[in-house]
């Protein structure tokens, strides 16, 4: 029996989100009913509402989260009803060029709920990256299921399905930190700063935090920063560079997605260092480099999309970290709040007041 729950909708572009009844299907072949317990907010949501990703209005958003499986469809094996499980926007498919050259991080054909939930009037909704997770129970494929410990508080848990994962897996998977390292992360947002926690998780010995904020650097510092930069009040590269014994960063993180982040990353790094681009710009940015500069200092420029992660490895192994007290990733819940507030965490996200806002159901 389809089921009737609360969800909270983008109607049309620009306009507040909407809390309102949804319908729900049963699952269909290899899909599941995950009964949510906690969505994170993220800025992708409010891209969704702003009509930044595209035109597919309604949204049903919401796209970092955990919760209960509830029910799954025909020849589900992925995940049976009771299991705790963290939902992920890159289910990959198995079969594709990439899947098959062992790099699924790459895949080419990623599998969400075939059937569609809809409005009581039946208009069908888009859910967010695949998932639409501000309900009280959404439809997904079974693969964008991956159980983990249910110890795990769901409002910690959640967080993984997206940008704390994305910093996570910059620093763990795409710079591939290793043990001794120097590390700059530029912006310490959500995602700069679980990438600063990535760098303390694989034993970096400097980790260098870099923001316009003041109230960001105190933060990064709590979850592993061991120097801070504020860049309004000192040019970032020399900080970084006298901050290394002249050389500059083995890994250089750049979370915030501006023409001016991504040349002080750029220029950051030691040479053969990593440059590690998360933040996301938009597409009319453009960066001007000599070109023997991008030549003359050898490693490597990397973007890395949803943190390089496989979720069935990364997931239950950053659960048991967070489990064990080697992740924090309580401090990345700066508030709960209820389906009824996301437009309100929406503008205290826009003001920077809060690093995520979890809706806890
Ligand atoms: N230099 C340094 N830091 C900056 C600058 C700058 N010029 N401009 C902004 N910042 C800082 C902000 O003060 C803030 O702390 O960057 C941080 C951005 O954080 P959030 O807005 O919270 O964004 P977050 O969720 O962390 O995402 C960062 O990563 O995945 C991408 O799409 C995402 O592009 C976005 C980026
Ligand atoms: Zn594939
Ligand atoms: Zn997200």
Redesign the pocket.
């Known amino acids: 029996m389809a089921q009737h729950v609360r969800g909270v909708i983008a109607r049309a572009k620009g306009e507040p989100v909407e809390l309102t009844t949804i319908v729900v299907p049963d699952p269909g072949p290899g899909e599941a009913v995950v009964d949510i317990q906690a969505c994170g907010v993220?800025?992708?949501d409010l891209h969704y509402r702003e009509g930044g990703i595209n035109d597919d209005f309604p949204f049903l958003l919401g796209h970092e989260a955990a919760g209960v499986v509830e029910s799954v469809g025909e020849g589900v094996t992925e995940v049976a009803p009771g299991d705790y499980v963290i939902l992920n926007w890159r289910a990959v498919c198995g079969q594709c060029r990439a899947c098959k050259r062992g790099r699924p991080q790459y895949c080419f054909d990623t599998h969400n709920a075939k059937q569609k939930m809809t409005l009581l009037d039946g208009t069908e909704l888009t859910p967010a990256l695949g998932i639409g997770a501000f309900a009280d129970k959404t439809l997904v494929a079974a693969g964008q299921c991956t159980k983990v410990d249910p110890a795990a508080s769901p409002a910690a848990a959640g967080l993984l399905g997206c940008?704390v994962m994305?910093g996570i897996g910059a620093a763990i998977n795409t710079g591939n930190v290793g043990r001794g390292d120097s590390v700059a992360v530029?912006?310490?947002?959500?995602?700069?700063d679980a990438a600063v926690a990535g760098a303390r998780l694989a034993g970096a010995r400097r980790i260098i935090a870099?923001?316009?904020?003041d109230r960001?650097l105190e933060k990064a510092r709590s979850v592993g920063a061991t120097h801070t930069v504020n860049?309004r009040e000192a040019d970032p590269v020399e900080a970084i560079r006298e901050l290394t014994d002249g050389f500059g960063a083995d890994v250089v993180i750049e979370?915030?997605?501006?023409p001016?982040?991504y040349r002080q990353a750029f220029y950051a790094r030691d040479l053969a260092g990593t440059v590690v681009l998360?933040?996301?710009p938009t597409p009319e940015m453009q960066l001007e480099l000599p070109l023997l500069d991008v030549f003359g200092r050898g490693g490597a420029l990397k973007s890395s999309w949803y943190g390089d992660c496989l979720p069935s490895r990364d997931f239950p192994m950053l659960i048991d970290l967070y489990l064990q007290g080697r992740l924090d990733l309580d401090a990345f819940v700066t508030e709960t709040v209820g389906l009824d507030d996301v437009e309100e965490a929406f503008a205290r996200?826009h003001r920077?007041d809060v690093?995520r806002s979890v809706v806890v159901l």
């Open positions: 993220c800025h992708t940008g994305a530029i912006g310490c947002g959500g995602v700069g870099v923001d316009i904020d960001k860049s979370a915030v997605g501006r001016e982040t998360v933040g996301v996200m920077g690093l």
